[in-house]
Nanobody, 120 residues
Framework: QVQLVESGGGLVQPGGSLRLSCAASGTIFSMNAMGWYRQAPGKERELVARRGGSTTYYADSVNGRFTISRDNAKNTVSLQMNSLKPEDTAIYYC???????????????WGQGTQVTVSS
């Protein structure tokens, strides 16, 4: 089994910062793209940022404020969130596309989600 465990969520004031981390464990040969999604109440889950092997994507709403990074040796992905706004409030989910064995297929995995609340 592969498990993604997230940490770093919490309550922060507008303009503040948070750093989310996600650690993958289990049988992992390599990771393809890793990213962060979020879902606010009443809204659909949206892609916030994604880090591929040679590509990086940010949603327009977070571009310039958030930074995604990955450590392949540790099988982790992080999201540094600066200049947070109330509209950033959501449950944030870690996502990773993982190959479990050499030459094997890639599967998509999700973390359990971590709550981020931006409020004064």
């Amino acid at each position: 089994q592969v498990q993604l465990v997230e940490s770093g969520g919490g309550l922060v004031q507008p303009g503040g910062s948070l750093r989310l981390s996600c650690a993958a464990s289990g049988t992992i040969f390599s990771m393809n793209a890793m990213g962060w999604y979020r879902q606010a109440p009443g809204k659909e889950r949206e892609l916030v940022a994604r880090r591929g092997g040679s590509t990086t994507y940010y949603a327009d709403s977070v571009n310039g404020r958030f930074t995604i990074s990955r450590d392949n040796a540790k099988n982790t992905v992080s999201l540094q969130m600066n200049s947070l706004k109330p509209e950033d409030t959501a449950i944030y989910y870690c996502n990773a596309n993982i190959i479990k064995s050499a030459g094997g297929p890639a599967y998509n995995y999700w973390g359990q989600g971590t709550q981020v609340t931006v409020s004064s």
